[in-house]
């Protein structure tokens, strides 16, 4: 795989949706929360992606379980995509029975077992219940029960595969389309606008509107607001001095107009200047996972699906989702390594700001996970043959993952005697080696591994030999 082809409603009614399915999948809400289990579809994205080294796929699978059985079709579909045989073996033993749904989907139009009532569902609804940790194939079978009242575009097909959907969900909403009607009353506290709550701060003696929160998958949070970001204009007009309920009511107009608002980016300081689409959205006003809301794990699992789907396709928009998928699981819990992980992989391949993802790299180290490098690995001493895929680098060890092939590497950092970039061999490529100690026939000796990055930058390749002297 080459890094081109890589980088090629009711609100009320959707939470209440949520949780009705919730308690038909966990023994408690607090439960699933704690450890959500990985469902197959999203388990396949994680190992395609590639961006978790095999041990802490290992220990995710562990620590959460997984809802589904190691079938003979299931493992073929597991090592089609060259899943090492340790995360086959976590798979086998890690099953959580009772937390995959058992009421088999429904093609003949009878409700299936357990599925919520109500009328037909609307995209957000859908792409709300993925994003809160419900299963694709659960999602399926409320399709199957309620049908939907909208139609698919391939737009709309991949706002859904980007929140967790499957091939099988598209393909029964596409089976539904058109056979529900679209309500045309919209419920009490909504209106046409972006799902951002704001507030106004005095700063230096000037108000300043700033972003307090996004609902999920709303307009805003698709364009990549978090909080902290602070508002600078709407429509050409400057915010500041200006409360929080005007800038509010700037922001709402019709359903499907555009408003245009530049924003400094919290953290960075960047002016980003954004077009957004009016929708039909729940009151924003508070800040997002002030309640039942995703978990950790379903957001770095969601970040993940959006992450691959958006290199694949070059799509900034998609690439912002992740990013706002990110930073809320890192204030949801800012002391685990997996959010800050996959940021510094999406900052380096998405957004292509080195700077930035060395400093998620080191915080994901620093926590005890790794920093993420998409690599060449030579094999045939001047890289006339090579394969690509991952390298790994914690503050222990050093691991390279194939991503179309069974290679595997890993040392501990002791055993590497020299890591440095090349100066004859792949230079052309801004390569690097590491020379390691290996034992060989009862004998230790010193092998060279030569890697190049598959971006061709030198810079990276300094930053990767930086990380591995560095800790």
């Given at each position: 795989m080459t890094r081109e082809s890589r980088q090629r409603s009711t609100a009320v009614a959707v939470w209440a949706l949520a949780v009705l399915v919730f308690t038909a999948l966990a023994h408690s809400s607090a439960q699933a929360q704690a450890n959500v289990p990985y469902d197959k579809d999203r388990l396949l994205k994680v190992v395609r992606l590639n961006a978790l080294?095999?041990?802490?796929?290992?220990?995710?699978?562990?620590?959460?379980?997984?809802?589904?059985?190691?079938?003979?079709?299931?493992?073929?579909?597991?090592?089609?995509?060259?899943?090492?045989?340790?995360?086959?073996?976590?798979?086998?033993?890690?099953?959580?029975?009772?937390?995959?749904?058992?009421?088999?989907?429904n093609s003949t139009g009878r409700k299936p077992a357990n599925a919520p009532s109500g009328p037909p569902l609307g995209k957000n609804e859908i792409i709300t219940l993925l994003q809160n940790g419900v299963s694709a194939a659960r999602v399926e079978q409320v399709v199957e029960a309620r049908g939907v009242d909208f139609q698919l575009n391939p737009e709309i097909t991949r706002e859904i595969?980007?929140?967790?959907?499957?091939?099988?969900?598209?393909?029964?909403?596409?089976?539904?389309?058109?056979?529900?009607?679209?309500?045309?009353?919209?419920?009490?506290?909504?209106?046409?606008?972006?799902?951002?709550?704001m507030e106004?701060?005095?700063?230096?003696?000037q108000s300043l509107i700033y972003i307090t929160g996004t609902a999920p998958n709303s307009p805003a949070a698709r364009a990549g607001l978090v909080r902290g970001d602070r508002l600078v204009e709407v429509d050409g007009q400057s915010v500041i001095g200006r409360s929080a309920d005007t800038i509010v009511n700037l922001v709402r107009g019709p359903s499907g107009s555009t408003v245009s608002i530049k924003v400094e980016r919290a953290g960075t300081r960047r002016i980003d200047t954004l077009r957004i689409t009016r929708e039909v959205t729940a009151n924003a006003g508070l800040p997002v996972n002030s309640g039942s809301g995703p978990s950790y794990d379903d957001l770095t699992d969601q970040?993940?699906?959006?992450?691959?789907?958006?290199?694949?396709?070059?799509?900034?928009?998609?690439?912002?989702?992740?990013?706002?998928?990110?930073?809320?699981?890192?204030?949801l819990d800012p002391s685990r390594p997996t959010a800050y992980q996959l940021l510094g992989y999406l900052q380096?391949?998405?957004?292509?700001?080195?700077?930035?993802?060395?400093?998620?790299?080191?915080?994901?180290?620093?926590?005890?996970?790794?920093?993420?490098f998409y690599v060449a690995h030579d094999d045939g001493g001047v890289f006339s043959s090579s394969c690509e895929g991952s390298l790994f680098i914690s503050k222990t060890s050093v691991s390279y993952k194939a991503s179309n092939s069974g290679h595997a590497f890993e040392t501990e950092k002791s055993k590497i005697d020299e890591a440095k970039l090349n100066s004859i061999v792949g230079a052309h490529l801004g390569a690097f080696h590491l020379k390691v100690k290996l034992e060989e026939g009862g004998k230790e000796k010193t092998r060279t591994f030569n890697f190049a990055p598959a971006t061709k930058s030198q810079a990276e390749s300094n930053l990767v030999v930086s990380l591995i002297r560095s800790y």
């Open positions: 080294s095999t041990k802490e796929i290992v220990q995710a699978i562990q620590r959460r379980g997984v809802s589904f059985q190691m079938t003979p079709a299931v493992e073929a579909e597991f090592r089609a995509i060259n899943t090492p045989p340790s995360v086959l073996d976590a798979l086998r033993a890690n099953y959580r029975a009772g937390s995959a749904p058992t009421t088999p989907t595969m980007a929140a967790g959907g499957t091939r099988s969900l598209v393909g029964a909403i596409s089976e539904k389309s058109g056979s529900g009607s679209a309500s045309s009353n919209s419920p009490a506290g909504s209106y046409s606008g972006i799902g951002a709550g106004d701060r005095m700063v230096g003696g970040a993940t699906a959006a992450i691959a789907n958006s290199l694949a396709a070059s799509d900034v928009t998609i690439a912002n989702y992740a990013l706002t998928l990110l930073q809320q699981a890192l204030r380096l391949y998405g957004f292509h700001n080195i700077m930035l993802a060395e400093q998620s790299m080191r915080a994901a180290i620093e926590r005890g996970g790794s920093a993420v």
